[in-house]
C-alpha cells in the first residue's frame, strides 16, 4: 500500500471523495518522521501545514505566562493533527504541537492546499466538511467537559483511543481532563476495583 494511501481512504470515508480527485494529493504531500518530542509545530512559529497521522502519537498544548502547559488535544494514528486556527489567521502559533512517541505523518502544505481549495469547487467542498468535522468534535469536547464526570470524560478517553495508556503519560491525560495527577490515579484505582 502506498504510504498516501491510507490518508485517501480517510478523505473517502469522511468526505465521499472519488478516487480519481485524490491523485492532487501527490503534489500537496510529503512524509516526514518526528521522534519523540520532535515539535510539529511550536508556539512562536508560523504554522504552514496540518498532517495526518500514520503511526505514532502527538499532544496539543498551550504554555501559560508561568511556564504550565495545559493539554488540548491528542492525535493518533488516523486522525489529522494541526492548528488550524493558526493556519488560518497567519500570525505566530499560540499552540504546541509534540511527538508523544516516534511517528510518522504524511505532511499537507498548507499554502498548497488553499490554492487547491481557491481554484476547485470540489475541492472548496471538501474542506467545508473536514471543517464542519472539526467543529463537530470540538463542540463534542466542549459538551463533554461541561456535562460529565472528569471519571467519564476519562473513560469516554479510552474508549475513543484504546492506545492511550501506552502512549501518553499520566500526567498528560490528567492536564488533558482538567485534572490533578492524583485525582488521575484515584479514578483509575477505582476503575479498577
Partial sequence: ???????????????????????????????????????????????????????????????????REYNKAFSFKGDFTGSYYDLHIQKPSLVTIEALADSTVVVIDHKKYQKLVQS???????????????????????????TLTAAERYQLLQTQYPELEQLVPAYHIASYLGITPISLSRIRAQKSK
Fill in 120 to 146: 476547485d469547487a470540489f475541492w472548496l467542498k471538501v474542506s467545508h466538511t473536514l471543517a464542519h468535522n472539526l467543529l463537530m468534535k470540538k463542540f463534542e469536547k466542549e459538551l463533554q467537559l461541561l
Fill in 1 to 67: 500500500m502506498e504510504i498516501l494511501d491510507e490518508l485517501k481512504i480517510t478523505l473517502q470515508q469522511i468526505t465521499g471523495i472519488a478516487d480519481k480527485d485524490l491523485s492532487v494529493l501527490d503534489k500537496l504531500c510529503s512524509v516526514k518522521r518526528y521522534p519523540k518530542k520532535a515539535f510539529f509545530l511550536k508556539s512562536g512559529a508560523m504554522a504552514l501545514h496540518s498532517g495526518y497521522v500514520m503511526e505514532g502519537a502527538f499532544r496539543e498544548y498551550y504554555t501559560d505566562n508561568n511556564g
